[in-house]
């Protein structure tokens, strides 16, 4: 194992100081940055710069369910570096994006149309969101990315309130659907809470139909903690917005490509929207990618004027980057040879025996999921948000285990290749870290 002493020798003298870390506290972690260090990624696992192998429960951050270091994507990456490394994004194509594009059509809910590609999640929401125009509705605790057009219709308050003065006007937002009298400890869909989207109605009596462009949710709010739709809410929601001529869009940046146990989450809630964004699990975050699929009237509506002219102002050097075309054809093979959708649905009724059986565990307030997601709620040490939580991340690494925690909200995502005992042994350690941080 000399290449693997020298991979830990190498990371012991890093110098942490240059780098600013995103969504870090960075001057906590550069106290102790090996035991966060990682230095390697294999199957479901990662290794750190202290030789600590830590079970990847969240999937990278939710992108790399297919397992690290995945033979076929790892070689259809290094053929295409060889092969075309990169081709002008505008005026110019190449094969493999036009045939992912197609791909991506074929998996997506039938009457999608067209797919327009960016780097990122983020990208592919700004993407949608120029496309749809204002004026726009988002929903409170909604994580559209950290774009300005993103953080607008995004519901979380940190990341919006540093940027206020720049937040994009005229957009509201609908109420999270999140109610801890009424669902606490609901095992996938919550039974409360379809009503909520008729609160789409009254924006549209305060502001006119004619002046509402959009309206943008995640179908499973992921990043504000797996929010899970209450049963008949999203179904409402697009009855009310075909009622007035508004667009639905789902933020899937999360939920694409099998979290749910179906392709996108329209299909596991029997939904379509007019436009999906996506990123992550489409190249199992080996490569950056993002994009939106759009419903052929949409991409229609941009297609008039002389045949010579841009019909929509905006993309990005990488859109439809060929390395990440590569990896994104590579990723969706595997997905369909390994049977990732039905694996993910297989394992869903073993995550929701395991995460529920914490209830009742120290400052455990709810536990909420859905397809391969999960999320146990702490009760904040009082005066100090996010201590319990951190708490349990910190117990968490020492048990083996890299958790996700926002706030005092554990999130759990794991691969899609994980096996049964790695699950229960998730939450058998979680419970250990729990018992711990009291
Ligand atoms: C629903 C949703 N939209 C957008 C984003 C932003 O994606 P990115 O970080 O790739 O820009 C995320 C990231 O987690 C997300 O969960």
Not at 170 to 193: C, I, N, Y
Not at 304 to 309: C, D, F, L, N, Q
Request: glycine letters at 10%; one cysteine or more.
């Amino acid at each position: 194992m000399k290449n693997e002493s020298t991979v830990l020798q190498r990371a012991s003298t890093i110098k942490t100081e240059a780098y600013w870390m995103p969504f870090t506290h960075n001057r906590y972690f550069k106290k102790n940055p090996l035991s966060r260090t990682l230095v390697r990624a294999e199957g479901a696992y990662y290794t750190t710069a202290e030789g600590k192998r830590l079970f990847d429960c969240l999937s990278g951050l939710w992108c790399c369910p297919l397992g690290h270091a995945h033979p076929k994507i790892a070689e259809a990456v290094a053929k295409q570096v060889r092969e075309l490394d990169y081709s002008p994004a505008f005026q110019m194509g190449h094969p493999k994006i036009f045939s992912l594009a197609e791909r991506i059509v074929g998996l997506a809910p039938a009457g999608m149309g067209h797919v327009f590609f960016g780097n990122s999640g983020s990208e592919a929401v700004d993407t949608a969101l120029k496309i749809a125009r204002t004026r726009l509705i988002g929903r409170e605790r909604g994580y559209h990315g950290v774009g300005i057009g993103g953080i607008s219709v995004g519901g979380i308050a940190p990341n919006r309130k540093m940027f206020a003065p720049l937040l994009v006007q005229g957009v509201d937002h609908l109420p999270h659907t999140h109610s801890a009298a009424e669902m606490a400890f609901s095992r996938g869909q919550p039974k409360w809470g379809a009503h909520l989207a008729e609160e789409l109605e009254r924006l549209v009596a305060l502001h006119d139909a004619s002046t509402i462009a959009a309206v943008i949710v995640e179908p499973m709010q992921g990043s504000g903690g797996v929010i899970v739709p209450p049963a008949g809410y999203l179904e409402r929601l697009r009855q009310i917005c075909d009622r007035h001529g508004i667009l639905l869009v789902f933020d899937e940046v999360i939920t694409g490509f099998g979290r749910l146990g179906e392709p996108f989450g329209a299909q596991r809630f029997g939904v379509t929207p007019d436009m999906i964004a996506f990123a992550k699990i489409v190249t199992n975050g080996v490569i950056p990618m993002g994009g939106v699929i759009v419903k052929p009237a949409i991409y229609d509506a941009f297609m008039t004027g002389p045949e010579t002219s841009v019909e929509l102002f905006h993309g990005y050097t990488y859109s439809g980057h060929p390395v990440a075309a590569a990896a994104a054809h590579a990723a969706l093979d595997a997905i369909a040879e390994e049977g990732s959708f039905k694996r993910a649905r297989e394992l869903e009724p073993v995550l929701e025996r395991a995460v529920h059986s914490l209830k009742g565990e120290p400052g455990v307030v709810d536990i909420r999921n859905i397809g391969l997601a999960a999320a146990v709620e702490l009760e904040p040490i009082q005066g100090k948000p996010g201590a319990r939580a951190l708490k349990v991340f910190e117990r968490g690494m020492e048990e083996g285990m890299l958790y996700r925690f926002t706030g005092d909200t554990i999130a759990m995502a794991p691969p899609f290749i994980s096996t049964e005992p790695e699950i229960e042994a998730m939450i058998e350690k979680l419970r250990v870290a729990l018992r711990a941080a009291r």
